[in-house]
């Protein structure tokens, strides 16, 4: 089957629909964690449809530390398996959600620069500042943080991960969004500079090889912020489940402190005990927590703006 698609005055053709297209794409997704150095973190599997990129979520680069707009909220490691389209077609209209978009090469989940839940479609015209994560400073140095589902994920370009990577320059892709298209960083793959007013609504461009292909950018949405393919399965996409107390029930959602919160350092061992310390208004809190008996759970104890500075203890899980 071809597709012929008009975007932005720019006439596109390419042959979708035959298994050569499959399967190149297929190794295309693999070759790309595997490039990048990320195969012993990453698996990749094909079916007839989507490639996954499965990871537990949990990056081996700095996290957390530094970040001032807290949630309250830690990265826990998480099975999640994203799927990447294997015969991908541009659509008509953007499509946004309150969840991850795509997946970076070391299977770390790539949200929209927002936090302030679901864009419109009017929204994607114009600047989120008050939900803006790296203006409200809720991101760490690598571009990501720990969300509701104290999941580890990038709102913007993620600078640890590309440091990481074995294949770091601007052909290398580093990361799938879930309409299969790729993403790369802030320059074309050929090393040029994106012109101004070449990248879309949706942060991405017409690519010759792909496509079409989303970039990062120093400013403002800094990664992609809505899929332009088209994606049937589009809410069916995957969510890291969030932690919820042994027993029954949720841990309440995280509050950001008013004014935001200094000193905020995370650490962790080679055993998994994690810790997230910070102060807020002179008075000092933490989160701390470490594998329990059980599998997927971690006993922890907590002291945090959001409870009011008591101190509580419990086990949650997966």
């Not at 929204?123 to 803006?132: F, G, N, P, S, V």
């Not at 052909?171 to 101004?196: H, K, L, M, R, V």
Request: aromatic content about 8%; some cysteine; charged content about 20%.
């Amino acid at each position: 089957m071809k597709f012929l698609t008009l975007i932005a005055g720019v006439s596109l053709s390419f042959v979708a629909g035959t298994a050569q297209a499959h399967d190149d794409h297929c190794a295309a997704v693999a070759a790309s964690v595997d490039d990048a150095g990320f195969a012993d973190q990453v698996t990749v599997t094909c079916d007839d449809s989507h490639a996954f990129i499965t990871s537990d979520t949990y990056p081996d680069h700095e996290k957390m530390t530094g970040i001032v707009g807290t949630n309250e909220q830690v990265p826990v490691p998480g099975e999640y398996a994203a799927p990447i389209i294997l015969e991908p077609t541009l659509g008509n209209t953007p499509l946004t959600r309150d969840a991850a978009l795509g997946v970076a090469v070391n299977g770390v989940p790539i949200y929209d620069y927002t936090a302030g839940g679901e864009m419109t479609e009017a929204d994607l015209a114009h600047h989120q500042a008050e939900h803006d994560t790296v203006q409200t400073e809720q991101l760490d140095a690598c571009g990501g943080h720990a969300g509701r589902g104290d999941d580890y994920h990038y709102h913007a370009e993620p600078t640890c991960m590309i440091q990481e990577m074995a294949n770091v320059g601007d052909d290398a892709i580093i990361g799938w969004a879930f309409d299969g298209f790729p993403i790369y960083g802030d320059n074309n793959p050929d090393g040029t500079t994106i012109a101004e007013g070449d990248l879309g609504v949706c942060n991405g461009q017409i690519d010759d090889l792909f496509g079409y292909r989303y970039h990062t950018s120093e400013d403002a949405p800094y990664i992609v912020q809505c899929l332009m393919g088209e994606v049937p399965d589009f809410d069916a996409l995957p969510r890291v489940r969030p932690l919820s107390v042994a027993g029954g029930g949720g841990a309440e959602p995280g509050i950001p402190p008013r004014g935001g919160v200094e000193d905020l350092v995370f650490t962790e061992n080679e055993e998994g005990s994690r810790s997230m310390d910070y102060t807020y208004e002179g008075e000092s809190y933490y989160i701390r927590y470490a594998p329990s008996g059980t599998s997927g759970c971690y006993q922890f104890e907590t002291r945090t703006v959001t409870n009011g500075g008591e101190v509580s203890s419990g086990e949650r899980c997966r």
